[in-house]
């Protein structure tokens, strides 16, 4: 099924521009359906970027990914594309989407690892729903209580995928997503951290 343009209410036709990018309409792909149930658009350029990356007003430097905006929105990325003023255009997603795809890129990233290295794994367990239905709500890591992060600047606070027993593998229960503090913690610690997951790991038996 074709998705309409909301402007015509009629099919896109070549040379139909969209208000966020300001990309001009190219093609249907009747080949390819997306999780909508609508085939593939092709959208291309409609001008080169002329102007620099805008930047973080919090962090006067370039957006990085996970970075929050003022409406609460986390950035994913920029694109190879200008937006309307010339800047290129930033791609922002809700919580619940940067969850998602987030966890979904961490996910292939660990089947890659498993396959590569013959670490068994269910793929019930390696899957995006599953991983995100045991991500704690609050995102605080459950041995340290600290608030995890993904990014670039927050290395040992981006959630980990620990395996509690790691011989047992990627598998249902023997999975959590813990602080990457907390995951290096046997090689790099101080007495409270290992005390910490020492208590943590008691309340797992």
Same mark, same amino acid.
């Given at each position: ?57 919090? #962090? ?12 609460? *929105? ?53 899957? #995006? ?5 045991? &991500? ?7 041995? &340290?209580?600290?608030? *995890? ?6 290395? &040992? ?32 610690? #101080? ?15």
């Amino acid at each position: 099924m074709k998705r309409s343009n909301p402007k015509t209410n009629n099919f896109f036709k070549f040379g139909d521009t969209r208000n966020k990018d300001n990309l001009i309409f190219k093609q249907y792909n009747l080949e390819k359906i997306d999780k909508n149930g609508y085939f593939y658009e092709t959208w291309i350029i409609k001008k080169p970027i002329s102007k620099p990356k805008r930047l973080n007003p919090n #962090t006067q430097r370039e957006w990085v990914y996970g970075d929050i905006d003022e409406r609460g *929105m986390y950035f994913i990325e920029y694109k190879k594309y200008p937006d309307k003023e010339g800047h290129p255009y930033m791609s922002f997603a809700n919580e619940n989407s940067y969850i998602k795809k987030t966890i979904t890129q961490r996910k292939n990233t660990i089947v890659r690892k498993c396959n590569k290295q013959n670490i068994p794994y269910d793929k019930k367990c390696l899957s #995006t729903d599953y991983l995100v239905s045991i &991500f704690p709500k609050d995102w605080l890591c459950p041995v &340290f209580g600290v608030k *995890m992060l993904w990014g670039k600047n927050n290395n &040992f606070d981006s959630p980990s995928l620990d395996r509690f027993i790691p011989c047992k593998g990627y598998i249902k229960n023997n999975v959590s997503w813990i602080s990457e503090r907390a995951n290096r913690v046997k090689t790099d610690a #101080t007495l409270q951290e290992v005390l910490n997951v020492a208590k943590w790991m008691e309340q797992k038996q």
